[in-house]
């Protein structure tokens, strides 16, 4: 299995409710990611997990939470999103360090909207 | 901290054409380099990497990049382009992490156009 799966792939959320984001890969990569894409732009890096532990944080604001709970999934539990917050969600998994693998898999993306 | 600049934000070619996208980077050390490409509304796909080695590297879908460390460079080329080329092609650059994981700088995106 060389995928990194994530659902929803479309959420539309008002500003007071919780949602939450899923993301799965079977590579037996112990790192994955949280991307931010909005429109017409790059990926901006939002958390990093190794190991199951954060890494990194790129001072993301707290209304959005991540959780690895095991080596395999990463989730991003969401709660009283901004409008601004609408964009496309990508995780992605790869190697942990360098070396031949080094690359990441990304997952097609969770379209989310805030209204 | 790494950098990555495409010049190019728009690129028109007609199919069967060939095709260089620029990307330019700035790294402290031995860069890790890559181009992703992404179709409207998915996800990114890896298209070549290189982290050491050969400074000509070969890709899937018939793209190849060169990696030119005096120019700080890395363009994506392709011989003739297909009209399923079009896209937005990411240029990145990746660091390793304190902690663990490695952290992927892209560039703004160029936007290929391929006409008939």
């Known amino acids: 299995d060389t995928e990194v799966t994530q659902t929803p792939k479309h959420l539309v959320m008002g500003m007071t409710n919780k949602k939450s984001l899923k993301c799965e890969q079977h590579m037996g990569h112990r790192a994955m990611y949280w991307y931010k894409q909005k429109a017409k732009k790059p990926p901006e890096l939002m958390f990093v997990y190794s190991y199951e532990k954060l890494s990194i944080n790129e001072s993301v604001p707290s209304r959005f939470s991540p959780e690895c709970p095991n080596s395999s999934l990463l989730n991003l539990h969401l709660h009283a999103l901004q409008p601004e917050d609408s964009a496309l969600y990508l995780c992605a998994s790869s190697q942990v360090l360098g070396g031949g693998d080094y690359g990441y898999t990304f997952g097609s993306g969770t379209r989310l909207t805030v209204v | ?116």
Do not use: M
Not at chain 2, 51 to 57: A, C, E, H, I, M
Not at chain 2, 68 to 76: A, C, D, G
């Open chain 2, 1 to 116: 901290a790494q950098s990555v600049t495409q010049p190019d934000i728009h690129i028109t070619v007609s199919e069967g054409a060939s095709l260089e996208l620029r990307c330019n980077y700035s790294y402290g050390a031995t860069p890790y380099l890559f181009w992703y490409v992404q179709s409207p509304g998915q996800g990114l796909q890896l298209l070549l990497k290189y982290f050491s080695g050969d400074t000509l590297v070969q890709g899937i879908k018939g793209f190849e990049a060169e990696f030119k460390r005096s120019q700080s460079s890395f363009n994506l080329r392709k011989p003739s382009v297909h009209w399923s080329d079009a896209a937005e092609y990411f240029c990145a650059v990746g660091a390793v992490v304190t902690g663990g994981g490695n952290k992927l700088t892209f560039g703004t995106g160029t936007q290929l156009k391929v006409e008939l």
